[in-house]
């Protein structure tokens, strides 16, 4: 049995729902974050922050998934945000292929300017509610020779 956790929580996390990676997302947020369960906030949609990043072709997903950014840092001035995409996103995928006709970049380049533009749509976003962020990107990439789930880190913010 679990008792309310009256902690304030040191993060927000934003990733993708894809089973496959779960257990690589929950080893990588205890082991090399330093968070565990319940000392961050889990924002967890198909996608990670791809709804951020097409809001003038898919201007619904745009405003529900600011809304709820809004929401949880007027809510919570967490110290860190952590944003991570991964590899083979089928929801990348599927949002690509339905933008084709304004998009040319490959998925895995739009992935990664997408996180560089979703960690300054959310600073502004904190920073309207007086908080100053640590940013911190991330991609996770399916080692070749083992299959094993690596995280590489994107930019420094
Ligand atoms: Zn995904």
Redesign the pocket.
């Given at each position: 049995m679990a008792q309310l956790n009256l902690e304030p929580p040191k993060a927000l996390i934003i990733h993708?729902g894809?089973p496959r990676f779960q257990k690589a997302f929950r080893e990588f947020k205890s082991e090399k974050l330093g968070l565990e369960e319940g000392q961050y906030i889990p924002l967890i949609v198909?996608?990670?922050v791809a709804s951020l990043c097409v809001g003038t072709f898919l201007p619904k997903n745009l405003k529900i998934m600011r809304e709820q950014i809004e929401l949880l840092l007027k809510h919570y001035a967490t110290e860190r945000i952590i944003l991570i995409n991964?590899e083979g996103?089928?929801?990348?995928g599927a949002m690509v292929a339905k933008l084709q006709h304004v998009l040319t970049s490959d998925v895995n380049a739009k992935q990664m300017e997408d996180l560089e533009f979703a960690a300054g749509l959310i600073r502004q976003i904190s920073q309207r509610y007086g908080a100053h962020p640590k940013v911190e990107l991330y991609m996770a990439r399916v080692r070749k020779e083992d299959g094993e789930i690596v995280f590489e880190r994107i930019g420094v913010g």
């Open positions: 993708c894809d198909p996608g990670s991964h996103c089928r929801s990348y």
